[in-house]
């Protein structure tokens, strides 16, 4: 079992930034790969970025490339989602996942844990 919890969100005005992060714990050894979901009000839960945990590779949706910035800290366990240039689209609550086996990165069914969520509030 992993365990996963998010922290670092807020409201923030659009054009300002915020940094997520989230730590696991429990079988940490397992993890494949770490990921960030967002879901807004009445909308699907869609994928914001991922990144391998040991090659560190990143994947990152068109909506935020060139804005966003997925990294890991291996020794503490935290994946973190730099976020910049915030727009009001961006609002949603945003969930860490984390998956145990080589797969996917796109979709919810390729993880195998999540954390509870974080809201991110962006005012225009």
């Known amino acids: 079992q992993v365990q996963l919890v998010e922290s670092g969100g807020g409201l923030v005005q659009a054009g300002g930034s915020l940094r997520l992060s989230c730590v696991a714990s429990g079988r940490t050894d397992s993890m494949y790969t770490m990921g960030w979901f967002r879901q807004a009000p009445g909308k699907e839960r869609e994928f914001v970025a991922a990144?391998?945990?040991?090659?560190?590779?990143?994947y990152y949706s068109d909506s935020v490339k060139g804005r966003f910035t997925i990294s890991r800290d291996n020794a503490k366990n935290t994946v973190y989602l730099q976020m910049n240039s915030l727009k009001p689209e961006d609002t949603a609550v945003y969930y860490c996942?984390?998956?145990?086996?080589?797969?996917?990165?796109?979709?919810?069914?390729?993880?195998?844990?999540w954390g509870q969520g974080t809201q991110v509030t962006v005012a225009s």
């Open positions: 996942a984390a998956a145990v086996l080589r797969r996917g990165v796109l979709f919810r069914h390729e993880y195998d844990y």
């Open positions: 990144i391998r945990w040991s090659g560190g590779y990143t």
